[in-house]
Each structure stands twice: as C-alpha cells, then as structure tokens.
C-alpha cells in the first residue's frame, strides 16, 4: 500500500486495508453499499434500475466512512497498473485460468439488463471479480461478465490479509460490451475496459484513458 491510499475521516485513520477487509463482509453490507457510495460519489448511474440498487445508494449516501472508503478503493484501483487476467495470477503466483469476471443471477430485470449491455458500453465505478471462474459463477450463472485484456484493479485479499480463496480484484471503469454470447443457461458478457471514473472534490466524475494496448 502506498502512502496517498489512505485517508483520514473524522479523526480515524481509513487505509486501504481497512477498506478492502470492510468490502469483503459480504455484498449487502461490504461491496454493495460500497459500490453504491461510488456511484454517489461519482454521480454515474448503475446500468441498470432496480429498488435494491436505490436502497444501497440512499444508505452509502449518508455513511460518511463508506464513502471515504469508496473513495480511496477507486483511487486505489485508478493508480493501479493495468494487467491481464494471466498477470494478475502471475503476480501472485496462482494457477492460470485465463479468466477475470463476475457471474450474475437471474432476476426480474433480465431483459433490461441485456438491452443495457446491447448498447455496446457500459459504466461500474466499483465492483469485483474473481481470477477463478467457479468462484465467479458462485454468484449466479444468467450472465458471466468476462474482462478481457488489461484492467486495473486492487487485489483484495493480498491487502486485507483474508479471503485469499475468493481471489477477488476489485476495480472498476468505463467497459466497452462486446458481442453478447449464449452458451446453455449462461450469457457470456466480454468487456474491455476504456478507462476509470472517480469523483471530483465536488463529486463530479471524471474519467481517464487506461493506457497500453488492450
């Protein structure tokens, strides 16, 4: 961890293992209220409505410390050097499926859902993924979003000290959708990062190329 991933709120020292330990309790009360607070932060709607995705915004808005720690996770993510999902495993000396992404279960926005992903580009200031396939399938198999070339991301479990398992990057960007593909039950949803996003001191978005060839 480097110096400038940390901050300070309201007197408590906020660091980026703190941050990566809190995101990984569990989606309803570590990621996904996260995820939330970066949208928030950021002003960048999520892909898709939904009640629950409101909820999770409405709740990190007035979180003080969730918002610090979206904050620090997509600068953390932002600074971070770009990798393909095979270097990311040889970084950490892991077994090379070849694979980086996050399944999704089927819900009552299934179609809504595909039509946003058919627009060809798509926006997620923060969410995760996991080097192992079975462990990204764990959350659901209508969709299986893949990364596919370079992304930068915070290895959560080398910074938290747990969950190694989970083998889980957390990153985020702006993600340009490429050909939807149907293989059984599973849509298979290939996305190619454009760049990041993060907020501004006065919570505007920004956004900046990735760099390299992807």
């Known amino acids: ?8 709120h309201c007197g408590r020292h906020v660091d980026l293992k ?14 996904s209220r996260l995820r939330g607070a970066a949208r928030v932060l950021t002003r960048v709607p999520h892909y ?6 409101t909820e999770y915004e409405r709740q990190a808005r007035s979180d003080e410390a969730t918002l610090e720690r979206a904050r620090l996770l997509m600068s953390a993510v932002a600074s971070s050097r770009a990798r393909t999902a095979s270097e990311w495993c040889a ?6 499926p ?3 992404g996050r399944g999704l279960a089927s819900k009552a926005v299934d179609e809504v859902i595909r039509d946003a ?25 209508k969709f299986l979003f893949e990364l596919h070339g370079l992304f930068r991301g915070v290895a959560a479990w080398v910074e938290s000290g747990g969950k190694e398992d989970e083998r889980e990057i957390i990153t985020g960007g702006r993600y340009e959708v490429g ?3 149907e293989h059984g039950v ?8 454009l760049g990041q996003v993060w907020p501004t001191k006065t919570g505007a978005s920004g956004d900046s190329p990735s760099g390299g060839d992807r």
């Open 1 to 8: 961890m480097t110096p400038e991933h940390s901050l300070s």
């Open 18 to 31: 703190e941050a990566c330990a809190v995101w990984q309790t569990g989606r309803d009360g570590g990621s």
């Open 48 to 53: 898709f409505e939904a009640p629950y995705i």
């Open 91 to 96: 970084s950490f000396g892991l077994p090379d």
């Open 98 to 100: 070849g694979f980086a």
């Open 117 to 141: 992903l058919e627009t060809g580009e798509i926006t997620m200031p923060l969410w995760g993924v996991s080097l192992d396939i079975e462990k990204a399938r764990e959350y659901g198999d």
């Open 179 to 181: 050909p939807l593909r």
């Open 186 to 193: 599973t849509i298979h949803v290939p996305l190619r990062e």
